[in-house]
């Protein structure tokens, strides 16, 4: 169980271009899910909460124009990077919380974006 | 000073071996603390979850907490090649507001088991 899929797993794409990244519960519903990234050999960098049907809470320094993030349903969130540049290439993770076991979170397998 | 303290080694050890693993903490607010495995380009996956003080146990690995200290330890049995991985602590407090309550993360320790 608490099973959550990431896609695509990874991606490569031009500067200046859009892509949308997809994170998905598949054995529960997810009423939080969180958004990360992480860099080589660093640990993770928490980048917005999300709930279901509201706007997500950003943490400090992340762009909420930049970043995109929708949770229309319990399942489903999706990660906007819009007009991407190199800098944003890094390893994308979300995880969800099942509402049932205090605090844990269950993660995606991430998605590696390179931006050329 | 972080609010997490996790030495991020690396750690090598012969396969076999007892691990021990830490972390430190400075909010003694925090109740809920987790360990989490990752391997290279993946997720992170967790492994034990521990409520306020005490000991966990689960197959080869055991989880403490020590409150009083602001400590909380992982330790991994008859350590296997397998078990190489970077191994994040993650915690968190109960009055952390609603739903958005995050959680804390540790910068992990890197582990090699060596066969």
């Known amino acids: 169980g608490a099973v959550v899929s990431q896609h695509p797993s990874w991606v490569i794409c031009k500067s200046g271009t859009s892509v949308k990244i997809e994170c998905r519960s598949l054995?529960?519903?997810?009423?939080?899910m969180f958004w990360y990234r992480q860099f080589p050999k660093q640990s993770l960098m928490l980048m917005a909460t999300?709930?279901?049907?509201?706007?997500?809470?950003?943490e400090q320094g992340v762009e909420k124009d930049k970043f995109l993030i929708n949770h229309a349903s319990l399942t489903l969130s999706t990660l906007t990077v819009t007009s991407a540049h190199p800098e944003d290439s890094s390893f994308y993770i979300c995880?969800?919380?099942?509402?049932?076991?205090?605090?844990?979170?269950?993660f995606g397998p991430g998605t590696r974006l390179t931006v050329l | 000073q972080k609010e997490v303290e996790q030495d991020p080694g690396p750690l090598s050890v012969p396969e076999g071996a007892i691990v021990s693993l830490n972390c430190t903490y400075s909010?003694?607010?925090?109740?809920?603390f987790m360990w989490y495995r990752q391997y290279s380009r993946k997720g992170p996956e967790l492994l034990m979850y521990?409520?306020s003080s005490g000991n966990k146990e689960d197959g080869r690995f055991t989880a403490q907490v020590d409150k009083s200290s602001k400590y909380i330890s992982l330790f991994i049995r008859d350590s296997q090649p397998s078990d190489s991985a970077t191994y994040l602590c993650?915690?968190?407090?109960?009055?952390?507001?609603?739903?958005?309550?995050?959680?804390?993360w540790g910068l992990g320790t890197s582990l090699a088991v060596n066969p």
């Open positions: 909010n003694s607010a925090f109740q809920y």
């Open positions: 521990t409520y």
């Open positions: 993650a915690m968190s407090s109960y009055y952390n507001a609603g739903n958005n309550r995050k959680l804390i």
């Open positions: 999300s709930n279901e049907g509201s706007k997500a809470t950003y």
């Open positions: 995880s969800a919380r099942d509402g049932t076991s205090r605090d844990t979170q269950y």
């Open positions: 054995d529960f519903q997810a009423t939080t």
